[in-house]
Protein backbone atom coordinates (compact mmCIF):
# COMPACT_ATOMS: atom_id res chain seq x y z
CA UNK A 1 0.00 0.00 0.00
CA UNK A 2 1.29 3.45 -0.83
CA UNK A 3 2.40 5.52 2.04
CA UNK A 4 -0.40 8.48 2.39
CA UNK A 5 1.77 11.85 2.89
CA UNK A 6 -0.73 14.28 2.14
CA UNK A 7 -3.16 15.90 4.88
CA UNK A 8 -6.62 14.99 3.03
CA UNK A 9 -5.33 11.70 2.41
CA UNK A 10 -4.28 10.95 5.60
CA UNK A 11 -7.86 11.73 6.73
CA UNK A 12 -9.14 9.52 4.35
CA UNK A 13 -6.66 6.72 5.72
CA UNK A 14 -8.00 6.81 9.28
CA UNK A 15 -11.48 7.49 8.51
CA UNK A 16 -11.54 4.35 7.21
CA UNK A 17 -9.90 2.24 10.10
CA UNK A 18 -11.34 4.30 12.97
CA UNK A 19 -13.74 7.40 12.00
CA UNK A 20 -14.00 8.67 15.69
CA UNK A 21 -10.36 9.06 15.83
CA UNK A 22 -10.31 10.71 12.70
CA UNK A 23 -12.78 13.57 13.77
CA UNK A 24 -11.10 14.50 16.79
CA UNK A 25 -7.63 14.91 15.15
CA UNK A 26 -8.89 16.03 11.95
CA UNK A 27 -11.75 18.39 12.43
CA UNK A 28 -11.94 20.40 15.34
CA UNK A 29 -14.75 22.05 17.63
CA UNK A 30 -16.44 25.27 17.01
CA UNK A 31 -19.17 27.58 19.00
CA UNK A 32 -22.61 27.57 17.80
CA UNK A 33 -23.04 27.34 13.88
CA UNK A 34 -24.01 30.54 13.51
CA UNK A 35 -21.03 32.39 15.51
CA UNK A 36 -19.66 35.08 14.36
CA UNK A 37 -16.12 35.42 13.30
CA UNK A 38 -13.96 38.17 14.58
CA UNK A 39 -10.81 39.73 12.92
CA UNK A 40 -7.60 41.07 14.82
CA UNK A 41 -4.63 43.03 12.96
CA UNK A 42 -1.78 41.21 14.78
CA UNK A 43 0.85 42.69 12.70
CA UNK A 44 2.24 44.72 9.81
CA UNK A 45 0.55 48.26 8.69
CA UNK A 46 3.59 50.21 9.17
CA UNK A 47 3.39 52.19 6.21
CA UNK A 48 -0.95 52.53 5.75
CA UNK A 49 -2.31 55.37 4.15
CA UNK A 50 -3.91 58.02 6.67
CA UNK A 51 -7.74 58.51 5.65
CA UNK A 52 -10.23 59.99 7.66
CA UNK A 53 -13.81 58.50 7.34
CA UNK A 54 -16.39 61.24 8.70
CA UNK A 55 -19.11 59.70 10.32
CA UNK A 56 -22.05 59.91 7.36
CA UNK A 57 -24.57 62.64 8.04
CA UNK A 58 -28.45 61.25 9.25
CA UNK A 59 -26.70 58.08 9.89
CA UNK A 60 -27.57 58.43 13.61
CA UNK A 61 -31.13 57.79 12.61
CA UNK A 62 -30.47 54.28 11.46
CA UNK A 63 -29.84 50.85 13.80
CA UNK A 64 -27.13 50.48 11.86
CA UNK A 65 -25.01 52.97 10.14
CA UNK A 66 -22.27 52.90 7.16
CA UNK A 67 -18.86 54.56 8.03
CA UNK A 68 -18.20 52.50 10.61
CA UNK A 69 -18.66 49.20 8.41
CA UNK A 70 -16.08 50.98 5.87
CA UNK A 71 -13.67 52.08 8.65
CA UNK A 72 -13.42 48.66 9.74
CA UNK A 73 -13.27 46.99 6.45
CA UNK A 74 -10.26 49.60 5.43
CA UNK A 75 -8.49 49.32 9.09
CA UNK A 76 -8.98 45.23 9.18
CA UNK A 77 -6.91 45.61 5.66
CA UNK A 78 -3.67 46.89 6.73
CA UNK A 79 -3.35 49.49 4.46
CA UNK A 80 -5.30 52.13 5.75
CA UNK A 81 -5.16 53.89 9.46
CA UNK A 82 -8.11 56.03 10.31
CA UNK A 83 -7.45 59.89 11.20
CA UNK A 84 -10.33 61.18 13.01
CA UNK A 85 -12.04 63.82 11.67
CA UNK A 86 -15.36 63.52 14.06
CA UNK A 87 -14.27 66.76 15.90
CA UNK A 88 -13.99 68.89 12.82
CA UNK A 89 -16.56 71.31 12.64
CA UNK A 90 -19.28 71.97 10.65
CA UNK A 91 -19.09 68.35 9.81
CA UNK A 92 -18.73 67.90 5.85
CA UNK A 93 -21.61 65.51 4.06
CA UNK A 94 -20.35 66.29 1.26
CA UNK A 95 -16.86 67.15 -1.24
CA UNK A 96 -17.57 70.59 -2.05
CA UNK A 97 -17.80 70.87 1.78
CA UNK A 98 -14.46 69.60 2.94
CA UNK A 99 -11.90 71.87 4.50
CA UNK A 100 -9.01 69.85 2.99
CA UNK A 101 -6.47 72.08 4.37
CA UNK A 102 -7.92 70.79 8.16
CA UNK A 103 -7.59 67.45 7.49
CA UNK A 104 -4.38 67.79 6.16
CA UNK A 105 -3.41 69.73 9.49
CA UNK A 106 -4.41 66.25 11.31
CA UNK A 107 -2.12 63.93 8.99
CA UNK A 108 -4.95 63.13 6.72
CA UNK A 109 -4.34 62.29 2.95
CA UNK A 110 -7.65 60.85 2.02
CA UNK A 111 -11.01 61.80 3.17
CA UNK A 112 -14.44 59.70 3.02
CA UNK A 113 -18.15 62.13 3.61
CA UNK A 114 -21.30 60.70 2.74
CA UNK A 115 -24.74 61.08 4.17
CA UNK A 116 -27.92 59.01 4.82
CA UNK A 117 -31.68 59.96 3.85
CA UNK A 118 -34.73 58.05 4.24
CA UNK A 119 -37.19 58.17 1.14
CA UNK A 120 -40.78 58.06 1.04
CA UNK A 121 -40.51 54.24 -0.44
CA UNK A 122 -39.34 53.05 2.22
CA UNK A 123 -36.02 52.98 0.99
CA UNK A 124 -32.61 54.55 2.16
CA UNK A 125 -30.49 56.92 0.07
CA UNK A 126 -26.93 56.61 0.50
CA UNK A 127 -24.71 59.33 -1.21
CA UNK A 128 -20.51 58.91 -0.44
CA UNK A 129 -17.74 60.94 -2.07
CA UNK A 130 -13.58 60.28 -1.48
CA UNK A 131 -11.43 63.12 -1.46
CA UNK A 132 -7.85 62.93 -2.02
CA UNK A 133 -6.87 65.79 0.53
CA UNK A 134 -3.21 65.65 -1.00
CA UNK A 135 -4.12 66.27 -4.50
CA UNK A 136 -7.12 67.93 -3.22
CA UNK A 137 -9.27 66.78 -5.73
CA UNK A 138 -12.40 64.32 -5.31
CA UNK A 139 -12.13 61.02 -6.54
CA UNK A 140 -15.50 59.59 -6.41
CA UNK A 141 -19.03 60.43 -5.95
CA UNK A 142 -21.62 58.06 -5.70
CA UNK A 143 -25.60 57.32 -4.71
CA UNK A 144 -27.06 53.97 -4.07
CA UNK A 145 -30.55 53.58 -3.33
CA UNK A 146 -30.96 50.73 -0.99
CA UNK A 147 -33.18 48.71 1.69
CA UNK A 148 -32.01 48.93 5.43
CA UNK A 149 -31.54 45.36 5.41
CA UNK A 150 -28.97 46.20 2.88
CA UNK A 151 -26.84 48.36 4.89
CA UNK A 152 -23.80 46.44 5.92
CA UNK A 153 -23.40 45.29 2.22
CA UNK A 154 -23.28 48.19 0.62
CA UNK A 155 -21.11 49.86 2.96
CA UNK A 156 -18.33 46.79 1.84
CA UNK A 157 -19.47 47.93 -1.93
CA UNK A 158 -18.37 51.64 -0.60
CA UNK A 159 -15.13 50.32 0.86
CA UNK A 160 -14.25 48.07 -2.09
CA UNK A 161 -14.63 51.79 -4.33
CA UNK A 162 -12.44 52.83 -1.85
CA UNK A 163 -9.88 50.55 -1.47
CA UNK A 164 -9.22 50.55 -5.79
CA UNK A 165 -9.41 53.96 -6.04
CA UNK A 166 -6.59 54.51 -3.52
CA UNK A 167 -4.51 51.54 -4.28
CA UNK A 168 -5.38 50.67 -7.97
CA UNK A 169 -6.39 46.89 -6.86
CA UNK A 170 -10.08 45.47 -6.92
CA UNK A 171 -11.50 45.71 -2.50
CA UNK A 172 -12.46 41.85 -1.64
CA UNK A 173 -14.68 43.63 1.19
CA UNK A 174 -17.85 42.55 -0.86
CA UNK A 175 -16.23 38.79 -1.25
CA UNK A 176 -17.60 35.90 0.75
CA UNK A 177 -15.67 33.04 2.90
CA UNK A 178 -16.56 29.47 3.44
CA UNK A 179 -14.75 27.26 6.51
CA UNK A 180 -15.58 23.80 8.52
CA UNK A 181 -16.53 23.65 12.08
CA UNK A 182 -18.28 21.21 14.90
CA UNK A 183 -19.59 20.96 17.67
CA UNK A 184 -20.20 18.05 19.80
CA UNK A 185 -20.88 15.47 16.83
CA UNK A 186 -22.02 18.24 14.72
CA UNK A 187 -20.29 19.87 11.58
CA UNK A 188 -21.11 22.31 9.69
CA UNK A 189 -19.93 24.05 6.51
CA UNK A 190 -20.85 27.66 6.90
CA UNK A 191 -20.04 30.61 5.06
CA UNK A 192 -19.88 34.64 6.02
CA UNK A 193 -19.04 37.97 4.86
CA UNK A 194 -14.82 38.87 4.40
CA UNK A 195 -15.29 40.60 7.97
CA UNK A 196 -16.54 37.35 9.53
CA UNK A 197 -20.42 38.95 9.75
CA UNK A 198 -23.47 37.26 8.92
CA UNK A 199 -22.08 33.58 9.35
CA UNK A 200 -24.46 31.05 7.58
CA UNK A 201 -24.63 27.07 7.68
CA UNK A 202 -25.35 25.64 4.56
CA UNK A 203 -24.83 22.22 5.61
CA UNK A 204 -24.95 20.31 9.13
CA UNK A 205 -23.94 17.22 9.64
CA UNK A 206 -23.17 14.53 12.15
CA UNK A 207 -20.51 12.98 9.94
CA UNK A 208 -17.46 15.11 8.55
CA UNK A 209 -17.27 17.74 5.93
CA UNK A 210 -13.80 18.46 4.41
CA UNK A 211 -12.55 20.75 1.43
CA UNK A 212 -15.39 23.30 0.73
CA UNK A 213 -14.53 25.33 -2.40
CA UNK A 214 -16.61 28.13 -4.25
CA UNK A 215 -17.72 27.97 -7.98
CA UNK A 216 -15.97 30.42 -10.05
CA UNK A 217 -19.32 32.55 -10.03
CA UNK A 218 -19.95 32.13 -6.42
CA UNK A 219 -23.30 30.60 -6.72
CA UNK A 220 -22.57 26.99 -5.94
CA UNK A 221 -20.25 25.42 -3.17
CA UNK A 222 -17.98 21.97 -3.63
CA UNK A 223 -16.90 19.64 -0.76
CA UNK A 224 -16.33 15.95 0.65
CA UNK A 225 -19.28 14.62 3.09
CA UNK A 226 -18.44 11.85 4.73
CA UNK A 227 -22.62 11.10 5.28
CA UNK A 228 -22.44 7.62 3.91
CA UNK A 229 -19.96 6.50 5.92
CA UNK A 230 -17.28 7.43 2.71
CA UNK A 231 -15.84 10.53 1.55
CA UNK A 232 -18.42 11.25 -1.47
CA UNK A 233 -17.91 15.14 -3.37
CA UNK A 234 -21.32 17.34 -3.43
CA UNK A 235 -22.17 20.40 -5.22
CA UNK A 236 -24.64 22.49 -3.52
CA UNK A 237 -26.23 25.96 -4.77
CA UNK A 238 -26.08 28.40 -2.56
CA UNK A 239 -29.42 30.11 -4.02
CA UNK A 240 -31.76 27.53 -3.62
CA UNK A 241 -29.61 24.60 -1.20
CA UNK A 242 -30.24 22.02 -3.42
CA UNK A 243 -27.20 19.48 -4.44
CA UNK A 244 -25.62 17.14 -6.69
CA UNK A 245 -23.55 13.98 -6.36
CA UNK A 246 -20.27 14.66 -8.56
CA UNK A 247 -18.05 12.15 -7.50
CA UNK A 248 -19.08 8.35 -5.24
CA UNK A 249 -17.12 6.00 -7.01
CA UNK A 250 -15.68 2.88 -5.14
CA UNK A 251 -13.05 3.94 -2.65
CA UNK A 252 -12.50 7.86 -1.91
CA UNK A 253 -13.72 10.55 -3.75
CA UNK A 254 -11.69 13.80 -2.38
CA UNK A 255 -10.11 16.97 -3.33
CA UNK A 256 -12.42 18.99 -5.47
CA UNK A 257 -11.32 22.18 -7.65
CA UNK A 258 -13.06 24.10 -9.86
CA UNK A 259 -12.38 24.83 -13.79
CA UNK A 260 -12.51 28.31 -13.79
CA UNK A 261 -15.43 28.12 -16.59
CA UNK A 262 -17.18 26.16 -13.57
CA UNK A 263 -18.23 23.27 -15.76
CA UNK A 264 -16.11 20.89 -14.45
CA UNK A 265 -14.39 19.43 -11.22
CA UNK A 266 -10.96 17.61 -10.86
CA UNK A 267 -11.24 15.43 -8.34
CA UNK A 268 -9.02 12.81 -6.47
CA UNK A 269 -10.29 9.35 -6.84
CA UNK A 270 -9.18 5.87 -5.77
CA UNK A 271 -11.42 3.60 -7.62
CA UNK A 272 -8.72 2.41 -10.01
CA UNK A 273 -6.23 1.67 -7.02
CA UNK A 274 -3.94 4.86 -5.31
CA UNK A 275 -5.58 8.17 -5.41
CA UNK A 276 -5.50 9.57 -8.90
CA UNK A 277 -6.94 12.57 -10.45
CA UNK A 278 -9.73 13.12 -12.82
CA UNK A 279 -12.33 15.29 -14.46
CA UNK A 280 -15.75 14.85 -13.92
CA UNK A 281 -18.42 17.45 -14.71
CA UNK A 282 -20.07 19.87 -12.20
CA UNK A 283 -23.40 17.97 -12.82
CA UNK A 284 -21.96 14.61 -12.23
CA UNK A 285 -21.30 11.36 -14.55
CA UNK A 286 -18.60 9.65 -15.88
CA UNK A 287 -14.92 10.56 -14.42
CA UNK A 288 -11.94 11.19 -16.92
CA UNK A 289 -8.42 9.68 -15.88
CA UNK A 290 -5.74 12.55 -16.31
CA UNK A 291 -2.29 11.47 -15.58
CA UNK A 292 -1.29 7.78 -14.20
CA UNK A 293 1.48 7.77 -11.51
CA UNK A 294 3.19 5.11 -8.70
CA UNK A 295 2.61 7.39 -6.44
CA UNK A 296 -0.84 9.93 -4.74
CA UNK A 297 -1.96 12.73 -7.13
CA UNK A 298 -4.15 14.79 -5.28
CA UNK A 299 -4.70 18.74 -4.51
CA UNK A 300 -5.59 19.70 -8.00
CA UNK A 301 -5.67 23.41 -8.41
CA UNK A 302 -6.57 25.08 -11.64
CA UNK A 303 -4.59 27.59 -13.22
CA UNK A 304 -6.68 30.71 -14.14
CA UNK A 305 -6.74 30.13 -17.76
CA UNK A 306 -7.66 26.76 -17.46
CA UNK A 307 -5.26 25.06 -19.82
CA UNK A 308 -2.86 23.49 -16.79
CA UNK A 309 -3.45 22.86 -13.13
CA UNK A 310 -1.45 22.29 -10.61
CA UNK A 311 -1.13 19.53 -7.95
CA UNK A 312 0.94 17.44 -5.06
CA UNK A 313 2.09 14.21 -5.70
CA UNK A 314 4.88 11.86 -3.84
CA UNK A 315 5.24 10.34 -7.29
CA UNK A 316 9.31 11.15 -7.06
CA UNK A 317 9.54 9.88 -3.32
CA UNK A 318 8.46 12.94 -1.09
CA UNK A 319 5.63 14.98 -1.99
CA UNK A 320 6.10 17.88 -4.58
CA UNK A 321 4.01 19.79 -6.90
CA UNK A 322 3.76 19.54 -10.40
CA UNK A 323 1.81 21.01 -13.08
CA UNK A 324 -0.06 19.01 -15.38
CA UNK A 325 -0.98 20.42 -19.01
CA UNK A 326 -4.09 19.03 -19.68
CA UNK A 327 -3.84 19.30 -23.88
CA UNK A 328 -0.51 18.14 -23.91
CA UNK A 329 -0.56 15.29 -21.13
CA UNK A 330 2.92 16.84 -20.18
CA UNK A 331 3.89 16.91 -16.68
CA UNK A 332 6.54 19.01 -14.95
CA UNK A 333 7.70 19.40 -11.21
CA UNK A 334 7.40 23.05 -9.82
CA UNK A 335 9.25 22.97 -6.44
CA UNK A 336 12.49 21.45 -6.42
CA UNK A 337 13.77 22.48 -3.13
CA UNK A 338 12.63 21.19 0.53
CA UNK A 339 11.61 17.45 1.07
CA UNK A 340 8.14 18.61 1.66
CA UNK A 341 5.49 20.77 -0.62
CA UNK A 342 2.07 20.58 -1.03
CA UNK A 343 -1.20 22.42 -1.61
CA UNK A 344 -1.16 24.81 -4.37
CA UNK A 345 -3.08 27.53 -5.17
CA UNK A 346 -2.09 29.54 -7.74
CA UNK A 347 -2.12 33.57 -7.95
CA UNK A 348 -4.63 34.82 -10.10
CA UNK A 349 -2.79 36.47 -12.27
CA UNK A 350 -0.96 33.08 -13.34
CA UNK A 351 2.26 34.11 -12.78
CA UNK A 352 3.14 32.24 -9.16
CA UNK A 353 1.79 30.30 -6.67
CA UNK A 354 1.07 30.02 -2.48
CA UNK A 355 1.58 26.32 -1.10
CA UNK A 356 2.33 24.88 1.97
CA UNK A 357 5.85 23.72 3.10
CA UNK A 358 7.85 22.02 5.86
CA UNK A 359 10.74 24.14 6.92
CA UNK A 360 12.69 22.70 9.99
CA UNK A 361 9.07 21.00 10.84
CA UNK A 362 7.37 24.34 10.60
CA UNK A 363 4.73 23.90 8.52
CA UNK A 364 4.40 27.60 6.46
CA UNK A 365 2.84 29.21 4.01
CA UNK A 366 4.61 30.02 1.24
CA UNK A 367 4.49 31.85 -2.45
CA UNK A 368 6.77 30.97 -5.73
CA UNK A 369 7.15 33.01 -8.61
CA UNK A 370 7.35 30.94 -11.72
CA UNK A 371 9.63 32.76 -13.96
CA UNK A 372 12.36 33.51 -10.79
CA UNK A 373 11.48 30.38 -8.33
CA UNK A 374 11.77 32.64 -5.28
CA UNK A 375 10.33 31.39 -2.68
CA UNK A 376 9.18 33.54 -0.21
CA UNK A 377 7.63 32.30 3.56
CA UNK A 378 4.79 34.36 4.32
CA UNK A 379 3.73 32.58 7.99
CA UNK A 380 5.96 31.49 10.86
CA UNK A 381 4.12 27.82 11.49
CA UNK A 382 4.30 25.62 13.12
CA UNK A 383 1.37 24.04 11.75
CA UNK A 384 -0.30 26.55 9.00
CA UNK A 385 -2.14 24.70 6.36
CA UNK A 386 -5.20 24.95 3.62
CA UNK A 387 -4.19 28.28 1.77
CA UNK A 388 -7.42 30.26 -0.04
CA UNK A 389 -6.16 33.48 -1.91
CA UNK A 390 -7.92 36.17 -2.30
CA UNK A 391 -9.59 36.64 -6.03
CA UNK A 392 -7.33 40.21 -5.93
CA UNK A 393 -4.41 38.12 -5.01
CA UNK A 394 -3.49 40.98 -2.03
CA UNK A 395 -4.34 38.27 0.19
CA UNK A 396 -3.92 34.49 2.02
CA UNK A 397 -6.14 33.02 3.92
CA UNK A 398 -5.53 29.87 5.94
CA UNK A 399 -5.82 27.80 8.97
CA UNK A 400 -3.10 27.92 11.48
CA UNK A 401 -2.94 27.84 15.72
CA UNK A 402 -2.94 30.70 18.07
CA UNK A 403 -2.87 30.60 21.76
CA UNK A 404 -3.60 26.57 22.09
CA UNK A 405 -6.40 26.96 19.85
CA UNK A 406 -7.12 26.60 15.63
CA UNK A 407 -7.83 29.68 14.37
CA UNK A 408 -8.04 31.32 10.48
CA UNK A 409 -5.67 33.79 9.64
CA UNK A 410 -4.63 35.77 6.59
CA UNK A 411 -1.45 37.22 5.40
CA UNK A 412 -0.91 39.83 2.90
CA UNK A 413 0.95 38.40 -0.27
CA UNK A 414 4.01 40.04 0.78
CA UNK A 415 3.98 39.23 3.90
CA UNK A 416 4.23 42.12 6.18
CA UNK A 417 0.44 42.31 7.04
CA UNK A 418 -0.92 39.67 9.46
CA UNK A 419 -4.93 38.75 10.89
CA UNK A 420 -5.78 36.22 13.14
CA UNK A 421 -9.78 35.55 12.36
CA UNK A 422 -11.96 33.62 15.14
CA UNK A 423 -14.23 33.65 17.87
CA UNK A 424 -13.81 32.74 21.20
CA UNK A 425 -14.37 29.13 22.24
CA UNK A 426 -14.18 28.69 18.64
CA UNK A 427 -12.29 26.60 16.38
CA UNK A 428 -12.23 26.40 12.77
CA UNK A 429 -10.36 24.71 9.74
CA UNK A 430 -10.26 24.69 5.95
CA UNK A 431 -10.95 27.94 4.59
CA UNK A 432 -12.01 28.76 1.08
CA UNK A 433 -12.18 32.46 -0.16
CA UNK A 434 -15.01 33.43 -2.52
CA UNK A 435 -14.76 35.02 -6.02
CA UNK A 436 -15.39 38.72 -6.97
CA UNK A 437 -18.83 39.61 -7.12
Known amino acids: ?37 TIEIIGGGGAAMPISIVPFAGEADFPLGISGVVGGDLTRS ?29 GADAVVVGSMRALPSGNVEVRFALVDAVKQQTLTNMTYTV ?35 QQGKQHQL ?10 QTIVSSKDPLISPRFSPDGSRIAYVSFEDRKPVVYVQSLLDGKRVVVANFRGSNSAPAWSPDGTQLAVTLSRDGGSQLFLVSATGGQPKRLMSSPGIDTEAAFMPDGQSLLFASDRGGT ?50 DFQTRQVLA ?27 RNVLAAVSIDGTIRQRIGALAQQVREPSWGPLL
Open 319 to 368: PQIYRFWIGEGRTERVTMEGAYNVSPQPLPDGKGMVFVRRDSGRMQIATM
Open 147 to 181: TQQQFRATAHKIADVIYEKLTGEPGVFSTRIAYIT
Open 378 to 404: LTPGPMDESPAIAPNGRYVLYAGQSGG
Open 190 to 199: QIADADGDNP
Open 1 to 37: MVKCFFKHCEFLRRAGAALGAALLMLLLLSSPARAQL
Open 78 to 106: GRFRQIDGAGILPRPATAEEVNISLFRTR
